[in-house]
């Protein structure tokens, strides 16, 4: 069984920085990539961030220049760095991983951690 575990989610204001991490375990899980979803209050959940095995990297518009995606393969973890938050940031993160289990794709995920920006 594949376990992913948020952290880092808080209150901050406007203009500052939070960081979130998701720390994957499990055996026999081949990642292909990792994902960072969001989803706020009566919205639906979208994709904020996207890494892949190979390190590419691609972002939902509204974060571009703001977000940023990284791994530490050693460590089962990926995280994203979160600047110039705004508002509309607000939301709980999930984290999510992409890869092969027993020959069939599987996506899991994380319960999920609060972002709050205030304004």
């Known amino acids: 069984q594949v376990q992913l575990v948020e952290s880092g989610g808080g209150l901050v204001q406007a203009g500052g920085s939070l960081r979130v991490s998701c720390v994957v375990s499990g055996s026999g899980f081949s990642i292909n990539a990792m994902a960072w979803y969001r989803q706020g209050p009566e919205k639906q959940r979208e994709l904020v961030a996207r890494i892949t095995g190979g390190g590419t990297t691609a972002y939902v518009d509204s974060v571009k220049g703001r977000f940023t995606i990284s791994r530490d393969i050693a460590k089962n973890t990926v995280y994203l760095q979160m600047d110039s938050l705004k508002p509309e940031d607000t939301g709980v993160y999930y984290c999510?991983?992409?890869?092969?289990?027993?020959?069939?794709?599987?996506?899991?995920w994380g319960q999920g951690t609060q972002v709050t920006v205030s304004s």
């Open positions: 999510a991983t992409e890869g092969i289990m027993r020959g069939y794709f599987r996506t899991y």
